[in-house]
């Protein structure tokens, strides 16, 4: 097993398979992410290949977030935001805002083009931008369907509450509620916010799952675990934590995927081969163009691709 963090109490904790300090990059103009995956130390948990905090950035009148045209195959990616507004676009017509609680879910599958951007009028406000990016492999069967986008309100997504706990779930199911997201895989993601004191059990339904702490400070076993971490829990134990502080974390995983996934820039598959051919049609121009878009990122001269398993 290997551990990142500097208290062995905290790594060697029994019901951790590892933890995770995720580390923190500057992107520019204030704008700052946190990626707690992949890492050296794990690579995915459940379908989850790709796990990055978004800020808090707080962005002044007349700027915000400009993620030009990029290309994606064999994943869906999971845009989930606590503040803010993000305008997608993507190659196949969509245009729509994303704001905190709400759920764009873009499926990927042979090859989809998106942009990201700040939106005009949250441009011209300025203010903050917060959130959570995640990638989610697509099982072998499915790589090279279609690609899709859907959009879901907050107040289509369930709630959980009680006890100084207050749940939503993004997709999935978990503690017998089912979010309407559709997902291709057996899988669960859920932001959690506790009040100080209060406690959550998150019980043994998937064989991998992780929680990765937004804010604040929680307690297994009176052992504390810090904004930042992704903690990585052993199959089959139950995990009974409680809120130091006012809190908010992620919860994720599901079954184990159906064999390792290679990874390069944007481009996730279980082949080699397929990388190569996305990596061609990117540069050739063989993707389909985002409508509204002029500009694009160029793909990047990078060593071979890494496997992740």
């Known amino acids: 097993m290997s551990w990142d963090g500097p208290d062995e109490t905290r790594q060697m904790h029994p019901a951790l398979e590892t933890l995770i300090v995720s580390p923190t990059k500057d992107l520019g103009d204030g704008f700052q992410v946190r990626r707690a995956l992949p890492s050296a130390r794990r690579r995915m948990v459940g379908p989850f290949i790709f796990l990055d905090q978004m800020g808090p950035a707080d962005f002044r009148s007349g700027h915000g977030l400009d993620v ?8 869906a990616t999971v845009t989930y935001l606590f503040n803010g507004d993000v305008l997608h676009r993507d190659s196949l017509g969509t245009v729509q805002h994303i704001k ?3 759920v764009n879910w873009m499926t990927a599958g042979r090859g989809i083009a998106h942009s990201e951007r700040t939106g005009p009028e949250a441009r011209a406000a300025g203010g903050r931008l917060y959130g959570i990016q995640a990638w989610v492999a697509l099982p072998k069967q499915h790589e090279e369907t279609a690609p899709a986008f859907v959009h879901h309100a907050s ?5 959980l509450e ?12 978990l503690h017998g509620k089912r979010s309407p997201v559709k997902t291709l895989s ?14 959550l059990v998150l019980r043994a339904e998937y064989e991998e799952r992780a929680l990765y702490l937004v804010e604040g400070t929680v307690e297994i ?26 809190s908010r974390m ?19 598959s279980s082949s080699r081969d397929r990388l190569e051919e996305a990596k061609a049609d990117w540069k050739n121009g063989r993707f389909t163009a985002v409508p509204q878009e ?16």
Do not use: K
């Open 186 to 199: 057996d899988m669960f993601y859920a932001d959690a916010a506790l009040e100080a004191g209060a406690g």
């Open 221 to 246: 076993d009176g052992i504390e675990f810090n904004a930042g971490e992704l903690l990585v829990f052993r199959p089959g134990s139950e995990i009974a934590l409680q809120a130091s502080e006012a």
């Open 100 to 102: 905190p609680g709400e």
């Open 250 to 268: 992620m919860l994720l995983g599901g079954e184990p995927m159906d064999g390792p996934r290679h990874i390069f820039w944007n481009f996730v």
């Open 155 to 159: 107040d289509t997504l369930p709630f």
């Open 162 to 173: 009680g006890e100084g706990v207050r749940m939503h779930l993004i997709a999935g199911a």
């Open 294 to 309: 002029t500009e694009f990122i160029p793909l990047p001269d990078e060593p071979a691709p890494v496997r992740y398993p």
């Open 68 to 75: 030009r045209p990029h290309p994606h195959i064999g994943l």
